[in-house]
């Protein structure tokens, strides 16, 4: 069972055996004879050249093809070479002895854990011969003369050879289990990077300066631009400035675990733009002790945001077919509804003519009579222009406006429509306030509602009008205090051609609420008899 990268991890041992080669050449022959009784010079700098030569060409060499064989005759050589540096220094005297550890050690980590054992037991075996060879049964007597033995030397014997093999089981184990947890990584990267790359949805990543430092596939097809061209360039070096990222890091901050969602038009490098949604993530790592307060609270360090991007062409286009069906059978109902309201004036209509045909009419009358007519035909005028209105509308032209000046024209044009001190307008929104909106049919959409709101306080009343930006989404609310909506009403306001008013087309509220689908928002009500209506118009936000 070799580490995960063989090769690489050989190189680095090749590396070590090359430095501790050189380090022990020169060291070899400047420490004193004291240190290394029994010295044989000769043997200490072979055993150290082979080592260093045998690293040297390992490294120099081609890329090795067998990484496991190299590893162990590498380690079968290290054991020759170490046990006769041993030998050539003291023998169970030598200061040296510590290179058996490194090579047990480095056999653990190249080999598995039973070729680590292996080579601690051989190592502990020719050791052992070595001591004993010197010591005990003075196999040497021929070469040098014969030490005596002494207890610490067979003590060092026994306790050197133990420690080999207690550092093969432990080391062993260290590594087996380090390898298998780095497998275990290894395939969970691998999943991770699978459903990274295979979302549809784009993932970016930034760190706390808004560098991006994750870019998938899905991104790169959503903006145009190459993952390896987007990791390590700024937010605005790719998205410019289609949203605030210091106002969407203190919104997150403001409230852990929530998202922040913005919708906007992205511009492409290439050309065309794209509708996207933004959708952000405050991205934290361990929970650290804080040192502002001695509360014990611990809070999570935060390392930057993620943003999930997403491509709302097919969705746009979707909804636009869906509001194109609702139209169809919208009109499909209307039709219908506008043969009943057609036919009432135009039977006054038929029957003035008549008369007016007839001879003998007196001038009162005919007066009376061409009175009813002008009024019947605006009658039609008016259903038929708020019907053209719903059902052909204009295209929207989304400009930068100043929404609280195209509010106030038509809360003073209302002022000026009420009788004298009967209307009461209550202002609650900021100074100015721009957005994007089409501002002929923002401007038709909110005189719609005020409108409604006024006709509902026939004896005058208050009529209170309040702008907010919620989470990058303007509401306006218009709130009056009539005589409110009949509870089985309220699901009907919106539908065309329903009105309780007896001179009412129905039409307003329709309207309103084709425009605000228009824009990608919405229009409720909120009503009780008695207690007036509040009606909530709501723009979404969009950038780019």
Not at 43 to 60: D, P, R, Y
Not at 88 to 101: E, H, K, N, Q, W
Not at 263 to 285: D, K, Q
Request: proline content about 5%; glycine content about 8%; hydrophobic content about 45%.
């Amino acid at each position: 069972m070799m580490f995960v990268d063989g090769e690489r991890l050989l190189r680095g041992v090749f590396w070590t055996r090359l430095a501790v080669a050189a380090l022990l050449l020169p060291l070899g022959t400047v420490l004193p004879d004291a240190m290394m009784p029994g010295i044989n010079h000769g043997v200490l700098v072979l055993s150290l050249l082979t080592a260093v030569i045998s690293s040297g060409g390992l490294l120099l060499g081609p890329p090795l093809t067998h990484p496991r064989r190299i590893a162990w005759l590498v380690a079968l050589l290290d054991v020759a070479l170490i046990t006769a540096v041993v030998a050539a220094t003291g023998g169970p005297r030598s200061i040296f002895t510590f290179l058996y550890v490194m090579l047990v050690t480095a056999s653990c980590v190249t080999l598995s854990r039973a070729g680590g054992l292996t080579i601690a037991a051989l190592a502990s075996m020719l050791y052992t011969a070595l001591v004993v060879g010197r010591t005990v049964v003075p196999l040497t007597w021929l070469l040098e003369p014969p030490h005596d033995t002494t207890a610490l030397e067979i003590v060092t014997m026994f306790a050197n050879t133990g420690t080999f093999l207690v550092i093969a089981i432990v080391a062993g184990g260290l590594a087996e289990r380090f390898t298998i947890q780095s497998r275990t990584l290894r395939d969970v990267r691998a999943i991770k990077d699978l459903v990274f790359e295979s979302v549809g949805t784009g993932l970016i990543a930034l760190d706390r300066s808004h560098a991006i430092t994750t870019f998938n596939r899905a991104a790169t097809v959503i903006t145009g631009v190459a993952g390896v061209d987007a990791i390590g360039q700024p937010w605005q070096a790719v998205f410019g400035d289609v949203v605030s990222l210091p106002a969407i890091e203190a919104e997150l901050s403001a409230a852990p675990g929530a998202s922040s969602r913005h919708e906007a038009i992205f511009s492409r490098r290439g050309g065309g733009t794209v509708p996207v949604r933004l959708t952000f993530w405050a991205l934290s790592g361990g929970e650290t002790e804080r040192t502002a307060d001695d509360d014990g609270n611990r809070e999570r360090e935060p390392l930057g945001v993620i943003c999930a991007c997403e491509d709302l062409t097919t969705i746009r286009v979707m909804e636009e077919r869906l509001r194109q069906a609702d139209r169809l059978a919208t009109l499909g109902r209307m039709s219908a509804n506008i043969a009943h309201e057609i036919r009432n004036p135009l039977a006054s209509l038929t029957g003035a003519i008549e008369v007016l045909a007839a001879n003998g009419t007196a001038g009162e009358v005919r007066e009376r009579l061409a009175q009813i007519v002008l009024k019947e035909s605006a009658r039609l005028n008016e259903i038929l222009r708020e019907f053209l209105e719903y059902a052909r509308p204009a295209p929207l032209v989304r400009t930068r406006t100043n929404v609280i000046e195209s509010m106030d024209d038509v809360l003073v044009l209302l002022e000026h429509r009420a009788a004298a001190g009967t209307l009461k307008v209550t202002r609650e929104c900021p100074a100015s306030l721009e957005w994007s909106v089409d501002p002929q049919q923002f401007r038709q959409a909110f005189w719609n509602i005020c409108l409604n709101a006024v006709q509902a306080m026939p004896d005058g009343g208050e009529l209170r009008v309040t702008v907010a930006t919620l989470r990058d989404r303007l509401e306006i609310r218009v709130v009056d205090s009539g005589e409110g909506i009949a509870p089985e009403n309220v699901g009907h306001v919106f539908e065309p051609f329903f009105s309780t008013k007896l001179d009412g087309t129905g039409l307003g509220l329709a309207l309103v609420h084709r425009i605000m689908q228009d824009h990608g928002g919405d229009v409720s009500v909120e009503s009780a008899p008695g207690a007036g209506s509040a009606f909530t118009l709501r723009f979404p936000v969009i950038r780019g």
